[in-house]
C-alpha cells in the first residue's frame, strides 16, 4: 500500500478510536446537574478553531487535493512514529476519562457534585488531558506529510489551550480554594518536572 494512503487510514482510525473512547463518558456525564458555567460563546469559538486544526484540516488533506501543493516526501520511519506518539495519546486520553469520571465536561462547567481530582494521571500534572490533546496534534505534524495539514492541530488547539487555561484554574480556584492552590503548588500543568 502508498504510504500516504496508509497514513490517511491511521490518522482516520486515530480520530475514530479517540471518538469512541469518548462516547460512553460523554453519556455518563449527561445526567449531572452543572451549577456553575463559565464563557459559552468563548467556549464555542474555541471548540470551533480546535476542531478546524485536529479535524476538519487533516479530513480535507485525507479526501480531497486542495491542499495537496503543500505536501512534502515522506518516510516509514516518520510514519511509524506518528502512529507510535498516536497510540501514546489514544492511551493516555483514555485514562484521563477514567480518572475524571463524572467531573469532566467539554467546556468550563462545575457540577453540583464537582470532586477535585487528584490521583491517577492528574497525581503528576493538573492537565493531563490537554497532554493528550497536544500528543495528538504532534501525532498528526509526524504522521501527515503536508505542511498546511500537518501543523493544524498544534495551531487549533494551542489556541484553545492558550486562551482557556487561565479561565479554567480560575474557576477551579473558585470552586476549591486552598484545596486546588496546593495541588497546583505540587503539580506541573502539562509535562511531570517541566510545565
Ligand atoms: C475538558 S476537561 C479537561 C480537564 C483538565 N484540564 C485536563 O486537561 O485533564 C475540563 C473540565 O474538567 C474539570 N476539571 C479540570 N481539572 C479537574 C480536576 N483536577 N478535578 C476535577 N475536575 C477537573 C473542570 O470542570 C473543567 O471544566
Known amino acids: 500500500m502508498n504510504l500516504i494512503v496508509a497514513a490517511k487510514i491511521a490518522w482516520a482510525v486515530g480520530v475514530v478510536s479517540w471518538w469512541l ?3 460512553p463518558f460523554e453519556r455518563k456525564v449527561k445526567r449531572e446537574r452543572v451549577v456553575d458555567a463559565r464563557d459559552r460563546v468563548r ?11 485536529l479535524g476538519i484540516t487533516p479530513l ?8 495537496n501543493f503543500a ?3 515522506y518516510s516509514p520511519v516518520q510514519f511509524a512514529l506518528g502512529v507510535l506518539v498516536f497510540l501514546f495519546s489514544l492511551w493516555l486520553f483514555r485514562r484521563t476519562h477514567k480518572d475524571l469520571g463524572k467531573n469532566w465536561s467539554v467546556t468550563l462547567e462545575i457540577k453540583d457534585t464537582h470532586k477535585l481530582i487528584t490521583e491517577g494521571v492528574y497525581r ?8 493528550a490533546f497536544f500528543l495528538w496534534a504532534l501525532a498528526q505534524l509526524i504522521l501527515i506529510p503536508n505542511w498546511i495539514a500537518g501543523p493544524a492541530g498544534v495551531i487549533g488547539f494551542g489556541t484553545l489551550f492558550l486562551f482557556r ?6 474557576m477551579m480556584l473558585d470552586t476549591f480554594g486552598d484545596e486546588y492552590r496546593a495541588y497546583s503548588a505540587r503539580t506541573a500543568r502539562l509535562i511531570p518536572g517541566v510545565f
Open 21 to 23: 473512547i469518548r462516547r
Open 43 to 53: 467556549e464555542f469559538v474555541l471548540l470551533s478553531i480546535s476542531t478546524l486544526g
Open 60 to 67: 480535507v488533506w485525507a479526501v480531497t487535493k486542495a491542499l
Open 71 to 73: 505536501n512534502y516526501p
Open 124 to 131: 503528576y500534572v493538573r492537565h493531563p488531558m490537554y497532554t
Open 165 to 170: 487555561i487561565g479561565r479554567e484554574e480560575q
